[in-house]
């Protein structure tokens, strides 16, 4: 290469260096230099640049790894911005949506959920249009709602589904949910309510209650308008059944 260049300087090569310097071509020495600096700084400048689609993904997506909430809005990062990872409330934090570990003192709420919510007061994964879904573990000192559930609500006092319940309900006081797949334990009471409710699975509480039911209704008393399973209580009624009041076992298939 280096022939090559002194060749393209000196055309008459092989000339000796020293008799032929008077012959070197300024102009295509300058031309070279410029583009050898041109090129260096080229190369350099697109190593160093980085594209707009490869900033990172939390703040293209609109989503943080983190966020700290005092009470909302006074926290790091506004309510519209989704949070995969970890999220620690002292008093109210709310975000669009939450994917990891959710930790308060008070009360955890955003729209989907997924994963784990630990609450000294409440875990709130609901709102309007009444659609949101919980899917994993949401454990409060006084209860959980949501839209949708998939896993399972442990609540001091109780827990709430607007809609459908796939998992498990474990209430002090009692849960609510609309249709359940699953089991629902309350201390009190379970409710299925809305139109055509049901479950299929167990219900163990002081009052049990469901439309429709297939599977086990355990409690002081039990009620259902279709049956197919069995209550025990001291007094089950199933409206649609052979009997309809019946102590102790009930039952219709």
Known sequence: MIMSIYQYLYPNFPHSF?????????KRL??????????????????TRQSPSEAPKAIKNGWSPFQFSVFNPLQLF??????????LNLV??????????????????????????????????????????????????????????YGIQIGGL????????????????????????GIQIGGLYNFNNGKNSSITGIQIGTFNYSDNVTGIQ?????????????QVGILNHIEKGYMRFMPIINAKF
């Open 30 to 47: 300058a031309l070279l230099i410029v583009a050898i600096v041109f090129m260096s700084a080229f190369s350099a400048s697109a190593e």
């Open 92 to 149: 109210y934090g709310r975000n669009a949506d939450v994917s990891g570990i959710d930790l308060g003192l008070g009360v955890n709420s955003s729209h989907n959920f997924t994963g784990i919510q630990i609450a000294g007061i409440m875990n709130n994964a609901a709102g309007d249009p009444g659609d949101f879904m919980g899917i994993g573990i949401q454990i409060a000192c006084l209860g959980n709602t949501t839209d949708h559930l």
């Open 158 to 181: 109780g827990n709430g589904v607007t809609n459908d319940a796939t998992g498990i309900q474990i209430g002090l006081v009692g849960n609510v949910a609309s249709t359940v797949k």
């Open 18 to 26: 020293f008799s032929g310097c008077w012959k070197i071509k300024i």
């Open 78 to 87: 506004n309510e519209d911005k989704d949070i995969v990872g970890l999220r």
């Open 218 to 230: 355990v409690g002081l008393y039990n009620e259902c308008i279709n049956m197919r399973g069995i």
